[in-house]
């Protein structure tokens, strides 16, 4: 499914409003399966453990006056820690505070809790509302400062869903584009940050991010197939080369992904972030 035209938007008013509540309820489920995993492996260890079922898009504000802000609990049998407990304390005190719960689930992510954290940070920003800024700004260089990957690259969808991107500045663009590819390779992005939403800011970025999550959780044939189309769309594209030298490391042809490394980490025409990825990515192959 492509990205809506603004046309058909504004034929549709109630379009993006309906797209929303369906998000809102893929999300929700994403956070059972996920919390019902890690709770399961709890006890049970890894065999029993369900396979994630991908969804496709990251999930916007949920409506207002449905329940009263709660405060995210750890999955039993997990430690609290004293920063948990001393931000606990303060969303109790300030329950319809977004950065109160914001830094609950900056205490969850540091104490390794990763399912309350991202239910906290949900619970955040559906406080801040939708066209919040400066909140998801904000989260999103708390959590990038953590290399929380999945967090940050929902922060930053969050923010350029304000005005569908077109507003975004070089550098948080630029910041944006990380989070995600960088998230891709993690089994559970599909579950925050949806596909769909990707595509619609930019689609061959959109079909990278596809591969590299195949890559990583799926088929190596699926990854390249999403390189093909990215390439007949935006052949330049940086992440492009990047995703190519990563799915040759994994076909074993070394040489090649080294040529394409060497060169994308000194190419000063390009992102900063993709020169220091392939540094870190070509001192593993050497």
């Known amino acids: 499914m492509g990205p809506v035209s603004e046309q058909t938007a504004k034929r549709s008013p109630w379009l993006w409003a309906s797209v929303g509540l369906v998000v809102i309820l ?9 919390r019902n995993r890690l709770s399961g492996n709890l006890s049970q260890g890894n065999a029993n453990s369900p396979t994630l079922t991908p969804f496709v898009d990251v999930p916007t504000s949920a409506p207002f006056g449905q329940e009263p802000p709660r405060v995210s609990s750890p999955i039993p049998g997990e430690q609290m820690t004293p920063e948990i407990e001393k931000a ?18 900056l205490a969850y992510w540091d104490a390794g809790m990763e399912v309350p ?25 708390e959590f990038k400062t953590r290399e ?8 930053y969808m969050r923010l350029a869903a ?24 993690e089994e559970e992005m599909p579950l925050f ?44 594209l940086p992440e492009i080369h990047l995703l190519k030298a990563e799915i040759e ?11 394409i490394l060497t060169t994308l980490s000194s190419d000063l025409s390009i992102p900063e ?14």
Not at 117 to 132: D, I, K, R, S, V
């Open 26 to 34: 893929c999300f929700v489920l994403g956070l059972v399966i996920l």
């Open 88 to 105: 606990m304390a303060l969303v109790e005190n300030n329950p319809g505070d977004s950065n109160a719960h914001l830094g609950l689930a």
């Open 117 to 141: 954290c991202y239910e906290a940070l949900t619970q955040a920003a559906n406080l801040a509302g939708p066209n919040n800024k400066d909140f998801y700004l904000n989260a999103a260089g």
């Open 148 to 155: 929380a990957w999945i967090p940050t690259a929902g922060m």
């Open 162 to 185: 304000v005005d569908r991107g077109e507003n975004l500045s070089p550098e948080i663009k630029s910041n944006l584009r990380e989070a995600v590819y960088r998230a891709a390779s």
């Open 193 to 236: 940050v949806f596909f769909e939403r990707i595509d619609g800011f930019d689609l061959p970025f959109g079909y990278v991010i596809r591969g590299r999550y195949a890559l990583y959780n799926g088929r190596l044939e699926d990854a390249r197939l999403h390189l093909a189309n990215a390439e007949k769309l935006q052949p330049q």
């Open 249 to 259: 490391i994994e076909a074993g042809n070394h040489k090649v992904a080294t040529i």
């Open 273 to 286: 972030w993709v020169r220091n990825m392939a540094g870190e990515i070509l001192v593993t192959i050497e």
